[in-house]
């Protein structure tokens, strides 16, 4: 396999892209062509689209193959694991490209790390969000100090990504949300697309980024329809978006937790409250000023988390607004998150341990004194 193909040129970042969302210069009707597809669809075109950009794109993971026939030894049609991402890939790429791997996930992305360090591009699919744990010394001493110990004589081009979130009864061994374990973590960068346009955008730029980049995928938006544009682009890893203007309250969001505070702004705006709504799309490097910027024009601010509440994404993010904005505050910070508790396996309680609409409008709602 070739490790000398020429540095793979970026694609245009879209203009107002840290302003998509509904009536947005990115939306159809604007201008802009493109089409509605499923999370899950251009999360797969955009593999495919990285793996025809640059043969050092390699992917690896368990069942993202299909199994080889036992006469021939080619490879089957793909399922592409029990979330389709990988679906067809080997197909058109083969077996070298498109690598099935054993349930060894401390084993493959060592190879993985050993891989980007010798020039290969790979791309290692976890399957569950919860399987980090087996790997974790592979991710934490290996590819996230390499660069730093060896002075910056290397790097380490890695993409990782699996699938987190409860509401899909898969029960409390592959439901996690403990993103914020990786965000802790300094040389890797953890990227929380919420649909199927920021998730185009954000796999594209990841792997083209020369460090450890970890995609976090909502297991709740793998079939969430959205509209994706036609041209191929990235999404500055750092930034976080609007989804909506406001200037009664800031809800922010990350993840599916996102779509969350979307609907209950749009319920608030029913009762005439006007709720601003950030989605972070990264939470290493965390977009700090967009956080200060939305909550010094509000005044106040709900944090929908849907980890469980200590040492969180939500405590660091009330943290930098406790630090570098409590002077614009006029109440109290604000969390809706999971309970400190595993994720339940019965429906019932499943759906309770979610943060939902609901729960963000009641604390908004106290928040403004309205309850």
């Known amino acids: 396999m070739t490790t000398t193909a020429a540095a793979p040129q970026t694609p245009p970042e879209l203009a107002n892209a840290s302003e998509y969302g509904p009536g947005s210069p990115l939306g159809p009707g604007y201008g802009v062509a493109g089409e509605f597809v499923r999370y899950r669809d251009a999360f797969n075109h955009t593999l495919r689209d990285e793996l025809r950009h640059d043969p050092n794109v390699l992917i690896m993971g368990e069942d993202i193959s299909g ?60 399957m569950y969000f919860d399987f980090v744990t087996v790997a974790f010394d592979q991710l934490l001493s290996n590819a996230a100090k390499s ?35 990786l965000a802790h973590i300094p040389g890797i960068k953890v990227v929380v697309p919420s649909d199927p346009y920021s998730v185009r955008g954000l796999l594209a730029a990841s792997i083209r980024d020369d460090d450890p980049v970890f995609v976090v995928n909502d297991k709740k938006l793998i079939n969430l329809t959205g509209f994706v544009p036609a041209q191929n682009y990235t999404i500055e890893l750092g930034k976080g978006r609007y989804m909506r203007r406001g200037k009664d309250v800031t809800l922010i969001g990350m993840s599916y937790t996102s779509v969350v505070c979307q609907k209950a702004a749009e319920e608030l705006a029913k009762e005439g409250v006007d709720a601003e709504v950030i989605d972070m799309l990264s939470l290493s490097p965390l977009d700090e000023h967009i956080i200060l910027e939305s909550v010094t024009k509000t005044n106040r601010v709900v944090i929908v988390d849907e980890d469980t509440p200590r040492a969180g994404m939500a405590a660091e993010i009330a943290a930098v607004i406790a630090d570098k904005a409590f002077d614009s505050l006029d109440a109290p910070i604000k969390r809706v998150t999971g309970p400190h508790t595993p994720v339940p396996y019965n429906k019932g309680l499943e759906t309770a341990f ?18």
């Open 67 to 126: 199994g080889f026939d036992k006469e021939t030894k080619k490879p089957l049609d793909a399922w592409g694991g029990p979330f389709a991402a990988t679906k067809g890939l080997v197909q058109e790429f083969g077996p070298e490209r498109i690598r099935d791997c054993p349930i060894s996930e401390a084993g493959f992305l060592g190879a993985a790390v050993g891989a980007a360090l010798t020039g290969l591009r790979p791309v290692v699919d976890l």
């Open 354 to 371: 979610m943060p939902q609409p609901a729960d963000v409008i009641a604390t908004t709602r106290r928040l403004l004194g309205i309850a």
């Open 147 to 181: 660069r730093y110990m060896f002075g910056g004589q290397t790097k380490v081009p890695l993409t990782m990504f699996a699938r987190s979130g409860a509401g899909t009864g898969h029960a409390a061994q592959h439901s996690e949300s403990f993103y914020s374990i």
